[in-house]
């Protein structure tokens, strides 16, 4: 969590800089070009912090198939066995939630409505101004951290 709150103090540090350029330009194309700059530095930042919660989530589950396969009783263990510990980093990212969140808790859908993001961003879907308010998104990536459970 600590990689967060420092990503997060960087960005507002940039963001800062950011807000006072476009505040003291002298006209509207120069205006323009520094809102479009935020805006990338939004989406940028979206996906550098996603990207430490994506960490967070292929740790967990390490820690997770690591404990269900030291299980005595294989009937508890047998599916846990299946699961290829070394090649979780290739583990599609919403199996992954799934072994830490319900589907049908609302956190899921959270999660699935950040991947979502994160993937139109890097894979070049630009998103129009104001599409990402960063501090509700960082807020939520926090929460949601704090939500994922090994159980």
Known sequence: MRNVA????????????LQERWQSARSERVRERWRRLRNVNDQAYF????ACFDDRVTSLCQRLVTRKRALTSWK??????TVDIE????????RKVA?????RHAAYGEVKTL???????AHGAFKPV??????FEYKRIVRLWKALSPS
């Open 76 to 81: 508890q263990r047998r599916i846990w066995d």
């Open 6 to 17: 420092e990503i997060w103090r960087a960005y507002l540090e940039v963001d800062s800089h």
């Open 99 to 103: 072994l830490l969140l319900d589907k």
């Open 115 to 121: 991947y979502k993001t994160r993937c139109d961003i």
């Open 47 to 50: 996906v550098v912090l996603f």
């Open 130 to 135: 104001g599409a990402i308010d960063l501090p």
């Open 87 to 94: 090649r979780l980093d290739f583990m599609e990212f919403m």
